[in-house]
């Protein structure tokens, strides 16, 4: 579990600024998830990135931006905070070998004033 | 639309009685299919692959291609049980993504 990390784990901020969530594996996986969490919505997928310097969309990407320039970092940056984005944040991330399971990080709590 | 339901957000049950927390999914083709479980204060983690055929933890899932039906089942719930549950199908177009499912709380009691 130790493989797959995020920072900071709890983060509070105000509508407007810029917020970058960070998430490191160190497994090497290929594929990394960043989802969103929130009461009645369950896990919803932000972003995904099938390797180093792809990237593409999820159910909900708007006002979120990802970069991969390397296969172990995917950070998440939210470019003007808005209250909507308040959520629990999980970074995951999903080996080739089996594409379907994914390994979560611990999770950032985000609060947005 | 692939779709997954979850229908009960709550599920209560007593130490030793049987638990089964329901997941449909409207698909086309042959999904894989997930449980993960989410522990207080842990992690999302996988708790079983359907194409695994096992039991982890004293829970198994049969899917059920006809009623298109992936339900977990423990024939004798504990405490430790109590968790949140997320059915998870992969999404037909790239297997890569999940669809996710609500979830279930699962609180047993003693």
């Known amino acids: 579990d130790a493989g797959i990390t995020q920072s900071p784990r709890y983060k509070i901020t105000e509508t407007g600024r810029q917020v970058t969530l960070m998430c490191h594996q160190t497994w090497s996986h290929s594929y990394m998830f960043w989802y969103r969490q929130d009461l009645g919505h369950g896990l919803r997928l932000i972003y995904y990135s099938a390797a180093a310097d792809i990237t593409d969309k999820g159910e909900v990407p708007d006002g979120y931006v990802v970069s991969r320039s390397k296969t172990e970092n995917f950070p998440l940056t939210l470019e003007s905070a808005t209250r909507s984005q308040t959520s629990v944040y999980f970074c995951?991330?999903?080996?080739?070998?089996?594409?379907?399971?994914?390994?979560f990080g611990p999770g950032t709590r985000l609060t947005v004033l | 639309a692939q779709r997954v339901t979850q229908p009960e957000k709550l599920l209560s049950v007593f130490k030793g009685a049987p638990v089964e927390l329901k997941c449909n999914y409207s698909y086309s083709g042959s999904p894989e299919l997930f449980w993960y479980v989410q522990y207080s204060r842990q992690r999302l983690q996988l708790l079983l692959r359907?194409?695994?055929?096992?039991s982890i933890k004293g829970f198994t899932a049969d899917l059920n291609k006809g009623e298109t039906s992936f339900h977990l089942k423990k024939p004798f719930a504990q405490e430790e049980d109590s968790a949140m549950y997320y059915c998870?199908?992969?999404?037909?177009?790239?297997?890569?993504?999940?669809?996710w499912g609500l979830g279930t709380s699962l609180a047993v009691n003693p």
């Open positions: 995951a991330s999903s080996p080739t070998s089996k594409p379907d399971t994914q390994y």
């Open positions: 998870a199908p992969s999404n037909a177009g790239n297997n890569r993504k999940l669809i």
């Open positions: 359907h194409i695994s055929r096992e």
